[in-house]
């Protein structure tokens, strides 16, 4: 745990260095990829998240699912560490939720055990192995619903050497930067 917590700092500090405008720019290739992906396009529903301080920014894939005719769903964090998808069909649904992250203040609970999720994190590795924020929403909403395809999205800064592997870590199916795409 030590280690991903320097990888942390690390991803941190590097981000603050990055630009918005950078963010937007990477952002937009790598929406691109994803929207062209057969996962993507053969997907009745998206599972995205909604972006936050600096991360791959989603809004893209989002508008591109719904002009598709796509479901799209996105995360919120129930009780105390839990984390359930909700349908969202218009950014005004969106409210600052867990650590003022955007999430649905309303909607439908989605339970589309099919759907293509698009996964954050902090960092990750060629073996696809990833650092998020520490929580593990992730890993543990994915130990449970085993069915999706996944695809991380991450900035080219976010690749590091190594990411230490734990026996409860899931890693996603892909991660796509604005220059590659990690199987």
């Keep these: 745990m030590a280690e991903k917590k320097e990888i942390r700092k690390y991803i941190f500090r590097r981000r603050k260095e990055f630009t918005q405008q950078e963010a937007e720019k990477y952002s937009e290739k790598i929406c691109e990829t994803v929207i062209s992906l057969p996962e ?13 301080n600096k991360e791959v920014i989603t809004r893209g894939m989002i508008e591109a699912a719904w002009k598709a005719g796509k479901r799209v769903a996105v995360p919120k964090v129930t009780g105390t560490h839990e984390m359930k998808y909700y349908y969202l069909e218009s950014f005004e649904q969106l409210a600052p939720g ?32 990833r650092a998020g924020y520490g929580q ?48």
Excluded at 40 to 52: H, M, P, S
Excluded at 162 to 183: G, L, Q, S
């Design 136 to 183: 593990g929403f992730y890993d543990r909403y994915l130990s449970v619903h085993r069915k999706h395809k996944t695809a991380a999205v991450a900035f080219d800064f976010q690749i590091v050497e190594e990411v230490p592997a734990e026996a409860t870590d899931i890693f996603p199916d892909k991660v796509i930067t604005e220059t590659r795409i990690i199987n």
């Design 98 to 129: 867990y650590f003022q992250i955007p999430e649905p203040a309303w909607g439908e609970e989605a339970k589309d055990e099919d759907a293509f999720l698009i996964i954050p994190g902090v960092a990750f590795d060629k073996n696809r192995h």
């Design 40 to 52: 993507f396009q053969e997907a009745d529903c998206i599972y995205a998240y909604v972006d936050y």
